[in-house]
């Protein structure tokens, strides 16, 4: 009885750590702010092709399905560009499932684009960059992917406190801002980032 209580005792507490690892992983996820959990919550996720607020034709974490070479990305990722295109213009359309892009597809569309924001910080920041910590690098690399590099380009003050290293001054240009105001709990989290909090 005593072994078997002991088992029981051990099983138990690898199911606590196990839980507890499983917490910690997903919420550190979010404290990375370019991160694909991260840029779900910021970018929203739809699995049918929508129009944004441009009337671009987008899908997944906000894949502009219209842009040059977007046939070609998907299929390296797995997708027929052609069904998804096709598809009806709903979030929450649950019909054909071949008009439904997986999960997978999103995320290996959403790496081709992020690599292409967190080249941003290197060009507007030059040789300071591989001196900004990481959690301040995905902060500006989340800015990028919402703005374009040219947005970010209209935060001087923030960009000159980043190569001062003064993360709270350069989260305090990032709450200054109309697209603050306008992104709203988006913006806390890169502050967030940007502080290392």
């Known amino acids: 009885v005593g072994r078997l209580s002991r088992f029981f ?3 138990l507490l690898f199911a606590v750590f196990g839980a507890l690892f499983v917490i910690c992983s997903a919420s550190s996820a979010y404290g990375n702010c370019d991160s ?3 840029e779900k919550l910021n970018e929203g996720y739809c699995s049918h092709r929508y129009q944004d607020t441009k009337g671009i034709w987008t899908i997944g974490i906000g894949f502009n399905l219209e842009k040059s070479g977007a046939f070609q990305q998907v299929r390296e990722c797995g997708g027929d560009w052609n069904n998804l295109y096709d598809g009806p213009n709903s979030c929450h359309y649950s019909g054909n499932s071949t ?3 997986s999960e997978s597809v999103a995320e290996c569309l959403f790496n081709k684009d992020i690599a292409e924001a967190r080249q941003c910080g290197a060009r507007l920041l030059g040789s300071h960059w591989s001196g900004i910590p ?3 690098k995905s902060a500006i690399t989340d800015m990028a992917y919402n703005l374009g590099c040219g947005g970010v380009g209209h935060f ?3 960009l000159a406190a980043m190569k001062a290293h003064n993360w709270k001054k350069a989260a305090a240009e ?3 801002s109309l ?3 306008q992104v709203h709990s988006r ?3 890169d502050m967030a980032c940007m502080e290392g909090n």
């Open 9 to 11: 005792s051990m099983q």
């Open 36 to 38: 694909f959990a991260a």
């Open 99 to 101: 008009q439904l892009i």
């Open 134 to 136: 990481n959690h301040a």
């Open 156 to 158: 001087p003050s923030m």
């Open 174 to 176: 990032e709450k200054d």
């Open 179 to 181: 697209w603050c105001r």
């Open 187 to 189: 913006c806390s989290r």
